[in-house]
């Protein structure tokens, strides 16, 4: 897949080689379809960003639930395990 950064660069400067082969004139057509791709491109990176902070919260979410079980467990162990070294 080819990086977003590289896409848009190679945009760029295929934009900047179409001005200066046309006597400094671009198309409006052609400037539109650059900034749809680009704005395109845009939604896609945030929709990416997005979708992996939600996997990484759920995923975070699901570590941090089993921790505070584990703990939990441990510290109600230990506790039985106190009161039963107290009683006798």
């Known amino acids: 897949m080819i ?3 590289k896409l848009v660069a190679n945009s760029e400067k ?3 080689k179409i001005y ?3 006597n400094h004139i671009l198309p409006v057509e052609l400037f539109d379809e650059v900034a749809a791709c680009v704005v395109s491109i845009n939604r896609l990176k ?3 960003v997005l979708y992996e902070r939600r996997q990484n919260k759920f995923g ?3 570590q941090e639930g089993l921790i505070k079980r584990i703990t939990t467990s ?3 162990i230990q506790q039985k395990n ?3 070294q107290k009683s006798p």
């Open 3 to 5: 990086d977003d950064k």
């Open 46 to 48: 945030r929709a990416k």
């Open 82 to 84: 106190g009161r039963n």
């Open 74 to 76: 441990h510290d109600v």
């Open 14 to 16: 295929l934009l900047a």
């Open 20 to 22: 200066k082969v046309n």
């Open 60 to 62: 975070r979410d699901i």
